[in-house]
């Protein structure tokens, strides 16, 4: 079986950055399972997956766009240090929830801190970078009618629940 619109799959991965520095890898856990086509992992390494099959191994590169896109520069942002009521040490590479406009919320990422301002960066900490991918397809499936209406994969490597 190959990999089409609403297979289950699963791969292993090693992800690296265009310096050949590793980010994240599956190595000496589960393979990471993904329900095809809705949109659980990001769309360079889907479309790239696309027609594959069990025992496939390639490596793919996937742009920033394809990625998790590239830095919007209106997601960083200088806040007060007295808008952290509450939090005595602020460092870079802290994280916090930041409240929307609309009610919802952001997490961002502390990035600088002087005296009297807090840098803060609400892009995800891989935008704007090409990304790496070293994979090997370990199953495909036809996803469960449970996996398509909930629009992941269930069990090892998905969701538990």
Do not use: C, W
Not at 53 to 66: C, L, P
Not at 128 to 154: C, P, Q, Y
Request: glycine share 12%; proline share 3%.
């Amino acid at each position: 079986m190959t990999i089409k619109e609403n297979s289950a799959v699963s791969f292993h991965y090693t992800l690296t950055d265009d310096d050949g520095q590793t980010l994240d890898s599956s190595a000496g856990k589960d393979p990471l399972a993904y329900l095809h086509g809705a949109g659980n992992i990001i769309p360079g390494l889907e479309n790239a997956l696309a027609g594959k099959k069990i025992g496939d191994s390639m490596v793919v590169a996937v742009t920033a766009a394809e990625g998790y896109g590239e830095v919007q520069q209106e997601l960083i942002q200088e806040v007060p240090r007295d808008a952290f009521q509450g939090v005595d040490s602020i460092e870079v590479g802290m994280q916090f929830e930041a409240q929307t406009g609309q009610g919802g919320s952001v997490p961002v990422t502390v990035t600088a801190v002087t005296e009297e301002l807090v840098t803060v960066d609400g892009n995800h900490p891989l935008a704007g970078k090409n990304l790496n991918f070293d994979v090997s397809i370990e199953s495909v499936r036809e996803a469960t009618e449970e996996e398509l209406e909930h629009g992941h994969v269930h069990g090892a490597g998905g969701q538990e629940h």
